[in-house]
């Protein structure tokens, strides 16, 4: 018995082929992953199951996720090999995205703090933390440098540790324990 199946509709992939369009599934990411066969042009079904249209919206989706680790990347109606088929033949590879957005990013990460970096790249601010000494090496401070007038005005001034934290880009226990030190060596001197 002669498989019958119903074309829907017919769209254009992101190459520009025709596609017979002969299933819709729903995403929760906004769009629909169409499933079909490439146009026979005399409205002949060649047989074998539909195949996932790479169509804009889905290309789309993968680029605005490139670096996203968390499951978007194959949240989607259709198995993981199709996806990955799919995602292959058009470049997406996690590990090489990734390695290119820090790459891009390098001097932000350098100059910037974490939560800075983390605000302005729409990252988590743990990833940065994490990453940062993988990418740069391990870093510290210069032994003092919060003693500089500019600095420690700001440790001796009535803000409050949060801001001290903000501006001179620490954590609010370390705004604590330097301003601490900077109000006790002024007893000193």
Request: hydrophobic share 40%; net charge positive.
């Amino acid at each position: 018995m002669k498989r019958k199946s119903v074309i829907i509709d017919q769209v254009y992939d992101v190459e520009g082929h025709l596609w017979d369009v002969r299933e819709i599934r729903e995403s929760r990411h906004g769009f629909d992953l169409l499933f079909g066969s490439p146009d026979s042009h005399l409205g002949v079904y060649r047989g074998g199951l539909p195949r996932l249209i790479a169509t804009q919206s889905l290309i789309e989706f993968w680029d605005a996720n490139r670096t996203k680790h968390d499951g978007i990347l194959f949240d989607l109606p259709a198995g993981r090999s199709t996806l990955k088929r799919i995602r292959r033949r058009f470049g997406f590879n996690y590990l090489d995205n990734l390695s290119e957005f820090w790459k891009e990013r390098l001097d932000d990460l350098e100059t910037l703090s974490a939560r800075e970096f983390a605000r302005r790249h729409n990252v988590n601010v743990q990833v940065v933390f994490d990453t940062r000494p993988k990418i740069l090496g391990r870093r510290a401070r210069q032994i003092g440098w919060w003693r500089t007038p500019e600095r420690l005005e700001i440790l001796r001034s009535k803000l409050s540790l949060r801001e001290v934290g903000e501006h001179l880009s620490i954590s609010i226990s370390q705004a604590h324990r330097l301003r601490r030190q900077a109000l006790h060596e002024t007893v000193l001197v």
